[in-house]
């Protein structure tokens, strides 16, 4: 029963001991993520890639686009990753505690089964006492078996001798019964003393057999007695044997846990260095963060007059918008109108020209009159041409072709540039929103000037490309490849009809 509840906790001990550690790979990959971030020394937001500096706001001297926005979206992010780190140092601080309980249970498990064993010993112990008592009590056994035969060869001995002396008696007496024959008659009395003085001798020869075949059953009684105490014996040893090789086997099993408990004594203080080392690290983070978040809070208290100033700024720029938004509407009723003119134009010299051409037909003699002809028409043509020409640099469409999805889905987004100055970005506040994955706040601007489109780097951290090629600025043709962040567009320039 002792052997067998030890081999239950035995196996318990195995369990618990070759139990994978799920816990510390994913607590070394969250601490290990957890010095990454704190090591991080990359421009992680927009705030981080220079977009907006405090000297400047200091001196007056402050970009038109930066917007308070940027500051409370930074703001916030910070505050999420603060509360992240917490999160993850708590997590860590929960496994330090697992760790501590389940180092206690082995160390309960040790204790047990240290107390166990020394039972076993004990029990060992009281076993070869008692192999050791019944040893006596044989070798006891042995001698007394062996004073019984001693006993019984001398019986044997005096019962040979007494047998043999009563067949000498008896043929001596024969003998004399032989050669008194003739005194039998007188000597009668003497023959019945002598025939029962035979018969007692009968019966004590006959005694004596009985005596022998007990003595005999006796020696055979002790005999399979003494093979019993043998083969007892024999079992003995072979449970104390067994015994021994049980102790071995524990006692490898106990230096075998006594090692295991000294690694898991060596791996948890390593672990508990390397875990004291990381929480220092991610506190000095946290102190880090911290102040930077107090500074931000700073930089947004003193940014409230400049959000008032950009909000008033923004108002101008509505206005001014509106009213130049209403001077297009002129133009462009203006531009109508001159288109319409020169429509009307180009019909009556086509007209001309047909008459021109038939006269020119009609003519039998090429002369003067033919060459004004021809000039008249070379003007008509060139006049026309350059008419159309100027038509066709004031009506020009200038736009950016991209895909809503995949390319597979065939829908196209149509993104005009009817202001001389466009923004592009993630924000809302830009003239083109574009809500994908590596396009910044501020991406990139489209200013047209003097009939030509340029393309200009905002600042971005993925940068702006134009037919596969990075660009800081770049002016377009018509059909060059823009590429910002993952998006593509084709841009087109297109004559107005």
């Avoid at 024969?174 to 029962?196: F, M, P």
């Avoid at 931000?296 to 909000?311: C, G, K, M, P």
């Avoid at 923004?423 to 809302?428: P, V």
């Avoid at 962040?485 to 087109?492: I, L």
Wanted: charged fraction near 35%; include cysteine; charge should be negative.
């Amino acid at each position: 029963m002792l052997i067998c509840g030890h081999d239950y906790d035995n196996n318990k001990i195995n369990v618990l001991v070759s139990q994978p550690d799920d816990d510390l790979p994913a607590t070394f990959a969250s601490a290990g993520n957890l010095h990454r971030t704190a090591q991080y020394d990359g421009p992680e937001l927009e705030a981080d890639a220079k977009t907006f500096d405090v000297d400047q706001f200091a001196t007056g001297h402050l970009p038109d686009s930066k917007s308070v926005a940027d500051l409370e979206s930074t703001l916030q992010d910070r505050a999420e990753t603060i509360n992240q780190m917490q999160f993850e140092i708590e997590q860590l601080r929960a496994k330090w505690n697992g760790l501590d309980r389940e180092l206690k249970a082995r160390e309960e498990i040790a204790a047990t089964i240290g107390n166990e064993l020394n039972v076993t010993r004990n029990q060992l112990q009281d076993a070869e006492q008692e192999l050791q008592k019944q040893g006596g009590e044989m070798e006891s056994m042995q001698r007394a078996m062996t004073e019984a035969g001693d006993r019984e060869q001398s019986l044997l001995d005096d019962n040979v001798q007494q047998r043999d002396d009563a067949e000498k008696e008896t043929v001596f007496l024969r003998h004399q019964i032989a050669e008194q024959t003739g005194l039998l008659a007188s000597n009668g009395h003497e023959i019945r003393d002598v025939q029962e003085q035979i018969t007692r001798t009968e019966k004590y020869a006959d005694s004596l057999r009985l005596q022998l075949q007990d003595q005999s059953s006796t020696t055979k009684d002790a005999v399979g007695m003494q093979r019993r105490l043998e083969a007892a014996l024999a079992e003995t040893r072979g449970q104390v044997r067994d015994l021994g090789e049980q102790l071995e086997r524990e006692l490898r099993v106990s230096q075998e846990l006594a090692r295991t408990i000294i690694d898991l004594k060596e791996r948890f203080t390593e672990e508990t260095r390397q875990i004291r080392f990381e929480l220092g690290s991610a506190q000095e983070t946290i102190s880090d963060q911290e102040t930077m978040h107090e500074q931000l809070a700073s930089d947004l208290v003193d940014n409230r007059e400049f959000r008032q100033a950009l909000e008033s700024q923004l108002s101008e720029k509505e206005i001014e918008n509106e009213r130049h938004t209403r001077q297009l509407m002129l133009r462009l009723g203006n531009a109508r109108q001159e288109a319409d003119d020169y429509e009307r134009k180009m019909h009556s010299k086509d007209k001309a020209i047909a008459a021109l051409m038939g006269e020119l037909a009609n003519l039998n003699k090429p002369g003067k009159n033919t060459e004004n002809t021809l000039q008249k028409i070379e003007g008509s043509r060139s006049g026309s041409i350059d008419d159309v020409a100027g038509s066709n640099r004031v009506r020009v469409a200038r736009m950016l072709v991209g895909s809503a999805g995949s390319k597979d889905d065939g829908r196209e987004l149509r993104f005009p540039l009817f202001k001389d100055r466009l923004t592009i970005g993630r924000t809302a506040n830009n003239d083109i929103q574009l809500n994908a994955r590596f396009t910044s706040r501020r991406h990139a601007v489209i200013a047209t000037d003097k009939g030509q489109t340029r393309l200009i780097d905002w600042g971005s951290k993925n940068g702006v490309f134009v037919n596969d090629e990075r660009v800081s600025e770049k002016f377009l043709s018509s059909g060059d490849i823009v590429k910002i962040g993952e998006t593509e567009f084709r841009y087109e320039e297109r004559a107005k009809r």
